[in-house]
Structure formats: C-alpha cells, structure tokens
C-alpha cells in the first residue's frame, strides 16, 4: 500500500488557484511580475496557480494584498485554500463599526446643501444626506414602485424603465460612461452581486446608446445634467474610499459626493436646502 501523502503534499483545494489566475489576469500581469511584485519565486507562483502546491495563510494574504484583491474576495480564496478567513463583515449599526459611521454621517452632513450618498459594492445607498434625498425625491416617479431614498440601488434608478432617464439631459454622454465603470467593478467583483444587478438592466435596455463607445467632450469633468420641471441641475461627482479598511464593510463601502458644475446649479441646490 502506498503511503499517503503529507499535508504539505497534498493537493490544494481547486478554488484557490481559480482565484489566484483570476486575480492576475484582472490586473493583466504576468506571473513574472507578480513575483517580482510580491517578492515569490515565478516557479511557486505557477505551482500555486496550477494546484501543485498549497499556499500558507500568509501567502494568501500577500498576493491577495499585491493583486489589490477585495478584502471579501482575499477571505473567499482563504476558504477555498482551507483557511478561516481574516476579515469580518460588520453592519455599519454596530458598536465596532461607530467610528466609520461617525466618518460617514460628517462627510454627508458637512457636505450639505450639496447632494452626497454613500453606497456599497453592488450601488446600495446606505445612507445620504437630505441634498440627495430632495433630489431623488424630485427625480424619481410617485407611486407604489417607489423606494425611500436611502434605500435605493443607484443602478437601478438610473437605468431601469421607470427610473430617472426621462430627466437625464445627456444621456447619450453619461450612460456609457456609468455603465461600463459598473461592468468594470462586476468584473472585479468575483462574487457576482453587482453583476446580478446589471443582467436585468441589460435586458431592458436592449441595443441602447450604453452599447456604443462614449463620447469624449473636452471636459475636465463630464457633468451629470438633470432637467425637471423647469428646473436644471449639471453636477459632477467625487468618490471617496476607506484607504486602510481592515472589515469587509468599510472596504466596499464609498461615497460618493456631488458639486454643482456651474452657478446656476450652486444657487438651485442652495435655495432648494433653504
């Protein structure tokens, strides 16, 4: 009878090398430069990608930190190489979480009269200041298919049939441009959520301008134009992230923070807050 093999020996788990290509092919490097990068030997790096060796708990963490993985991806390939995984999923309501929910509800209050929403990785708004809930509340349709503003999906609102693109002036400019950075984070995703998102909306929008290559205007930033009601709105966003999230939360959670691109807007949005 053969002897059985050890633990180091022993094949790994077929979901880790899954992850590890993906994770360097999304960042299009080769395995030279991801060993040069993480500072591991080319040959290793292509045992772990093909399963011929199994990777410890720190090498996991190392090429998930040097492939800039997603802390919920980095714990997933934990689990596929047989590991508990490192980081904790925590709702922004508990006690552990109150400093980022502090860091959040300061920046969506102090950038009042201006609209500001914070969401997740797959575009849940999480919270907002009152800005962006008059906003939302002047854009979106009454009725029962209507949702609160701070629990709306930012996709779904812009691009399912009875969502704001009535209102949305430059449509043929913006939409391409937020559907393929959506695309590009479903990509990134690994988990599937924001690209369970997008499938429904694609089968809506059918051959629509989203398809086409954008438009590129000379612009230091492209606006989001909004005309209801005699009103007009051009806004540009900014996006601010966690730069040392250690919990699963923090890290997929952004803000996103709106400004008026001309006067006329700055006056509408603070005589709207007053």
């Given amino acids: 009878m053969p002897a059985s093999r050890s ?3 022993r094949a790994v788990p077929i979901g880790f090398p899954c992850h590890l290509r993906a994770w360097r092919q999304r960042e299009r490097i080769s395995q030279l430069e991801l060993s040069l990068h993480a500072g591991v030997s080319q040959r290793h790096l292509s045992h772990l990608e093909s399963g011929r060796s199994q990777p410890s708990r720190t090498m996991v963490l190392l090429l998930g930190q040097a492939l800039r993985a997603p802390l919920r991806e980095q714990n997933e390939a934990l689990l596929a190489a047989g590991f508990a995984p490192a980081f904790h999923t925590s709702e922004l309501e508990k006690p552990n979480m109150a400093p980022v929910l502090e860091a959040v509800t300061h920046m969506l209050q102090h950038h009042e009269p201006y609209p500001a929403v914070a969401v ?18 002047l ?25 704001i693109r009535p209102w949305v002036r ?46 590129l205007d000379l612009l ?9 009601d005699g009103l007009t709105l051009s806004l540009f966003s900014v996006i601010a992230t966690f730069g040392t999230a250690q919990d699963v939360t923090t890290d ?6 709106f400004f008026p691109a001309d006067e006329a807007s700055k006056a509408l949005l603070e005589s709207m807050a007053g």
């Fill in 170 to 215: 430059n449509w043929d400019h913006v939409a391409p441009f937020l559907w393929q950075r959506a695309c590009r984070e479903a990509e990134a995703d690994g988990t599937g959520r924001v690209q369970a998102i997008l499938d429904p909306l694609k089968e809506d929008l059918g051959t629509e301008p989203w398809v086409k290559a954008p438009r």
């Fill in 7 to 9: 633990t180091s020996e």
């Fill in 120 to 137: 997740d990785r797959a575009w849940n708004a999480c919270r907002a200041n009152r800005s962006f809930e008059r906003l939302i509340a």
């Fill in 252 to 257: 997929e959670l952004r803000i996103e923070c």
């Fill in 220 to 228: 230091p930033v492209l606006p989001l134009i909004l005309s209801r």
């Fill in 139 to 163: 854009l979106r349709p009454a009725g029962p298919e209507a949702t609160p503003p701070g629990t709306c999906n930012l996709m779904r609102l812009f691009f399912q049939k009875n969502g």
